[in-house]
């Protein structure tokens, strides 16, 4: 069965760090760009950052730029996001995405994890 399950959230202090991590299983996860999203309470849902299936090219909201950085190692179905320099405003519950373009187009999604970054 298709699983996406992310680990790392907490609470963390304002200018403080965390690492996400999505673990990945029941599908071909060489293939799929990964993304992640976040939504704030009363906010749509944005794309934070997106890395290719190869791992070759990065994508980030202009707002975590240069803090925020996208990685992913295959050989272990895992995508993860280390967050550097936190704000409160980014408190949300964040989402690991799985994006196949292909013919066929399939995205599955976790089931989130929450970041709280408050003093």
């Known amino acids: 069965q298709v699983q996406l399950v992310e680990s790392g959230g907490g609470l963390v202090q304002p200018g403080g760090s965390l690492r996400l991590s999505c673990a990945a299983s029941?599908?071909?996860?060489?293939?799929?760009?990964m993304n992640w999203y976040r939504q704030a309470p009363g906010k749509e849902r944005e794309l934070v950052a997106g890395?290719?299936?190869?791992?070759?090219?990065?994508n980030y909201a202009d707002s975590v730029k240069g803090r925020f950085t996208i990685s992913r190692e295959n050989a272990k179905n895992t995508v993860t996001l280390q967050m550097n320099s936190l704000k409160p405003e980014e408190t949300a519950v964040y989402y690991c995405?799985?994006?196949?373009?292909?013919?066929?187009?399939?995205?599955?999604w976790g089931q989130g994890t929450q970041v709280t970054v408050s003093s």
């Open positions: 995405q799985a994006h196949w373009g292909g013919l066929i187009m399939r995205d599955y």
């Open positions: 029941g599908f071909t996860f060489s293939i799929f760009a």
């Open positions: 890395i290719t299936a190869a791992g070759g090219s990065t």
